[in-house]
């Protein structure tokens, strides 16, 4: 039976300015324990068992005018509670999310400010919250994440774009994809930021996740090396001097900023830090704490939000064959691109950059060989939405006139791109652009974004983000291990919420033979690969990367692509271990579909499917050839009858497979 087991010890504790108070907070389990102490300032430590995750840790609030949050103050009144409750979640890995956690809320005097602790089976989770009547400035916030060792950790360095100011500040210009340097946390480079999710590896198999979540009017996150074993946070400050620039004119570019990080109103809940402890590497494929933490949707009717797939012509250059006209950004192009989806059951096909004039930041100049309005009624006999993509400052410098002309004439959606930036005004322009293209029925790709932090709560019709570093990256990265880190992003990055790696290569090569082409790309891995990463990767707004004459040639490939859904009833991470492998199983109606994939070692798995409770089914298996090791795109197609709860499986290098499995 779980039960709530908060300990308010108050113990007098000779400290130069009085007092020191302690509060013990537990999860329901038991097993995660929370103290924080309130003396001179605010520290917390957890424990999960007997194991320390996090030293004493100070964590405050510094303000314009000399006020931190944090330092000195006194305990007003203490606040307990027990939630136990179930979420419905639209548009997710799962219909259902349980949210049991215990909380602490600590008011203090004078200073206007509470801060709220909550302790859930699988993590930790606080806040500041301010109650003064006029607006605040936020010089810095304070956190900082104390380790008893020199673990390990999976960082995410920032690439940062070339930008005004100190390199520290340079860092704040970015698009957030960046592979992982596994690196103990002595040896982290001072110098350069790191962005979130972060996984710290601890000892006895413990994994740590460190995240925000509800970032709304507030910068986010960043972390550096600080004294010891320790991370601190860093934000991005407010931009002061902004100036039309960068990616073919689609972007603002900071040229000098203030010194603070955000004026906000007195009166608000501050963002979550939160933490996801683990000690066992599956339980990270299916953890939900940012949805948990992330502020209810404020779209009362969402029965309009149609996630899918969608045909993407970018990544393959527009290439076409047999056609008779030049495939290129024309209507004949995405006519065709438009048969091809309505043919094989694609929902959207996507208009990436080259429709609208280039240079111009302008969504209302469209270049002459498209014709929009025609595109649009094409698709609509068809029953093929269009979602149009476009540069962030192209979108905010006209937003109202630019969701409501394309609604009108019939567009569903944007992908938005280039923000490159978290800080305060750009966070605020996600929240605009969600509830401007909610209101005008459109939904929303993020693309050059940072990590989700649950605005697909807050508002549904926000499917996807990119905020990785993604199939894209083979189109000119000779130098990338795609394999290996699309074994390590379950486990961090996909532990925030989906995202956009637009996978579906139909040229799959083995790490000998890969190169990077931009124009005619190909993976790294199998075919299987590909394939499994429909069902690995949480992704409700779905790109197929390649061009329809590849998938026309491989017809079997698209039928399973086509088949898999975006969303499902339920998600249930069978088996894994990080960096290595990933096996796990999402069930839609009475299908359940498996995906696994394998870092460059060949695999043989033995797949438990007792977790499915599979009374007699038939199981579709798409898996690696014979000669897959050699040549990715070989694959094969097997019938197997469920006689038991076991399956297993061999995977080639850098090897996939699915199963598709019918009660």
């Given at each position: 039976?779980?039960?709530?087991?908060i300990?308010?010890?108050?113990v007098?504790?000779?400290?130069?300015?009085?007092?020191?108070?302690?509060?013990e907070?537990?999860?329901?389990?038991?097993?995660?324990?929370?103290?924080?102490?309130?003396?001179?300032?605010v520290?917390y430590?957890?424990?999960?068992?007997?194991?320390?995750i996090?030293?004493?840790?100070?964590?405050?609030?510094?303000?314009?005018?000399?006020?931190?949050?944090?330092?000195?103050?006194?305990?007003?009144?203490?606040?307990?509670?027990?939630?136990?409750?179930?979420?419905?979640a639209y548009?997710?890995?799962?219909?259902?999310v349980?949210?049991?956690?215990?909380?602490?809320?600590?008011?203090?005097?004078?200073?206007?400010?509470?801060?709220?602790?909550?302790v859930?089976?699988?993590?930790v989770?606080?806040?500041?919250s301010t109650?003064f009547?006029?607006?605040i400035?936020?010089?810095?916030e304070?956190?900082?994440?104390?380790?008893?060792?020199?673990?390990?950790?999976?960082?995410?360095?920032?690439?940062?774009?070339?930008?005004?100011?100190?390199?520290?500040?340079?860092?704040?210009f970015?698009?957030?994809?960046s592979?992982?340097?596994?690196?103990?946390?002595?040896?982290?480079?001072?110098?350069?930021?790191?962005?979130?999710?972060?996984?710290?590896?601890m000892?006895?198999?413990?994994k740590?996740?460190?995240?925000?979540?509800?970032?709304?009017?507030?910068?986010?996150t960043?972390?550096?090396?600080?004294?010891?074993?320790?991370?601190?946070a860093?934000?991005?400050?407010?931009?002061?001097?902004?100036?039309?620039?960068?990616?073919?004119m689609?972007?603002?570019?900071?040229?000098?900023?203030?010194?603070?990080?955000?004026?906000?109103?007195?009166?608000?809940?501050?963002?979550?830090?939160?933490?996801?402890?683990s000690?066992?590497?599956?339980?990270?494929?299916?953890?939900?704490?940012?949805?948990?933490?992330?502020?209810p949707?404020?779209?009362?009717?969402?029965?309009?939000?149609?996630?899918?797939?969608?045909?993407?012509?970018?990544?393959?250059?527009?290439?076409?064959?047999?056609v008779?006209?030049?495939?290129?950004?024309?209507?004949?192009?995405?006519?065709?691109?438009?048969?091809?989806?309505?043919?094989?059951g694609?929902?959207?096909?996507?208009?990436d950059?080259?429709w609208?004039?280039?240079?111009?930041?302008d969504?209302?100049q469209?270049?002459?060989?498209?014709?929009?309005?025609?595109?649009?009624?094409?698709?609509n006999?068809?029953?093929v939405?269009?979602?149009?993509?476009?540069?962030?400052?192209?979108?905010?410098?006209?937003?109202?006139?630019?969701c409501?002309?394309?609604?009108?004439?019939?567009?569903?959606?944007?992908?938005?791109?280039f923000?490159?930036?978290?800080?305060?005004?750009?966070?605020?322009?996600?929240?605009?652009?969600?509830?401007?293209?909610?209101?005008?029925?459109?939904?929303?790709?993020?693309?050059?974004?940072?990590?989700?932090?649950?605005?697909?709560?807050?508002?549904?019709?926000?499917?996807n983000?990119?905020?990785?570093?993604?199939?894209e990256q083979?189109?000119?990265?000779n130098?990338?291990?795609?394999v290996?880190y699309?074994c390590?992003?379950?486990?961090?990055?996909?532990?925030?919420?989906s995202?956009?790696?637009?996978?579906?290569?139909?040229?799959?090569?083995s790490?000998?033979d890969?190169?990077?082409?931009?124009?005619?790309?190909?993976?790294?891995?199998?075919?299987?690969?590909?394939?499994?990463?429909?069902?690995?990767?949480?992704?409700?707004?779905?790109?197929?990367?390649?061009?329809?004459?590849?998938?026309?040639?491989?017809?079997?490939?698209?039928?399973?692509?086509?088949?898999?859904?975006?969303?499902w009833?339920e998600?249930?991470?069978?088996?894994?271990?990080?960096?290595?492998?990933v096996?796990?199983?999402?069930?839609w109606?009475?299908?359940w579909?498996?995906?696994?994939?394998?870092?460059w070692d060949?695999?043989?798995?033995?797949?438990?499917?007792?977790?499915?409770?599979?009374?007699?089914?038939?199981?579709?298996?798409?898996?690696?050839?014979?000669?897959?090791?050699?040549?990715?795109?070989?694959?094969?197609?097997?019938?197997?009858?469920?006689?038991?709860?076991?399956v297993?499986?061999?995977?080639a290098?850098?090897?996939?497979?699915?199963?598709?499995i019918?009660?």
């Open positions: 039976m779980r039960k709530l087991l300990l308010l010890l108050i007098g504790i000779g400290r130069i300015n009085g007092i020191c108070e302690n509060y907070l537990t999860s329901p389990d038991g097993r995660i324990s929370v103290t924080i102490n309130v003396g001179e300032d520290r430590s957890v424990m999960h068992d007997s194991t320390v996090i030293n004493e840790s100070a964590i405050s609030m510094e303000l314009e005018d000399g006020t931190i949050l944090g330092v000195n103050g006194l305990v007003d009144k203490v606040k307990n509670k027990t939630v136990n409750e179930d979420i419905r548009f997710y890995k799962k219909t259902t349980k949210n049991s956690y215990n909380e602490l809320v600590i008011n203090f005097k004078e200073n206007f400010f509470r801060l709220t602790f909550r859930f089976d699988d993590g989770a606080y806040r500041f109650t009547k006029n607006p400035v936020v010089k810095k304070n956190v900082n994440y104390c380790f008893d060792d020199n673990y390990l950790a999976y960082i995410p360095y920032v690439n940062a774009r070339k930008g005004e100011g100190d390199f520290l500040t340079q860092q704040f970015t698009s957030f994809e592979q992982y340097t596994i690196d103990s946390i002595s040896n982290m480079d001072t110098e350069r930021l790191a962005f979130t999710p972060l996984l710290i590896s000892k006895e198999g413990k740590v996740v460190l995240l925000e979540a509800d970032l709304e009017d507030y910068p986010g960043f972390f550096r090396k600080g004294e010891g074993n320790s991370l601190v860093v934000q991005s400050t407010y931009p002061k001097v902004e100036e039309q620039g960068g990616h073919n689609l972007q603002l570019v900071v040229k000098e900023r203030e010194d603070y990080i955000a004026k906000v109103k007195g009166t608000r809940d501050f963002p979550w830090r939160a933490m996801v402890i000690d066992n590497d599956t339980d990270l494929l299916n953890n939900d704490m940012v949805y948990k933490l992330a502020s949707s404020r779209i009362k009717d969402v029965s309009w939000i149609k996630p899918g797939k969608v045909a993407w012509e970018w990544w393959n250059n527009w290439n076409l064959t047999g008779d006209f030049k495939p290129g950004v024309n209507n004949d192009t995405y006519k065709y691109y438009m048969d091809f989806a309505s043919d094989n694609i929902e959207y096909i996507i208009l950059e080259g609208a004039v280039n240079g111009q930041a969504l209302f469209i270049v002459p060989e498209i014709d929009l309005a025609e595109l649009v009624a094409y698709g006999e068809r029953n939405g269009i979602v149009l993509w476009a540069g962030y400052y192209a979108i905010d410098r006209d937003m109202e006139h630019v409501k002309h394309y609604s009108k004439m019939g567009i569903k959606g944007f992908k938005v791109d923000m490159d930036r978290d800080d305060q005004k750009v966070v605020d322009f996600y929240y605009r652009m969600a509830a401007m293209a909610a209101k005008y029925n459109l939904f929303i790709d993020f693309h050059g974004a940072y990590k989700p932090t649950g605005l697909s709560r807050t508002y549904p019709n926000v499917l983000f990119e905020g990785v570093y993604g199939l083979s189109k000119w990265d130098s990338t291990e795609q290996n699309e390590m992003i379950p486990f961090i990055r996909m532990v925030a919420g995202m956009d790696y637009t996978q579906g290569a139909m040229d799959n090569a790490r000998e890969f190169k990077a082409i931009y124009d005619n790309p190909m993976s790294q891995g199998t075919r299987c690969r590909q394939l499994a990463e429909y069902v690995v990767f949480e992704s409700p707004f779905c790109m197929l990367c390649d061009s329809p004459s590849k998938y026309m040639q491989n017809q079997n490939c698209v039928e399973l692509i086509a088949a898999i859904p975006t969303i009833d998600t249930i991470a069978l088996d894994s271990k990080l960096g290595e492998y096996v796990i199983a999402r069930r109606g009475d299908t579909y498996i995906g696994a994939i394998t870092n060949k695999r043989t798995l033995e797949i438990d499917l007792s977790k499915l409770h599979i009374q007699n089914g038939s199981c579709r298996a798409f898996v690696d050839g014979p000669d897959a090791n050699e040549y990715g795109s070989d694959y094969k197609i097997t019938d197997l009858a469920i006689k038991s709860n076991k297993t499986v061999n995977l290098s850098g090897g996939g497979v699915v199963l598709v019918s009660n």
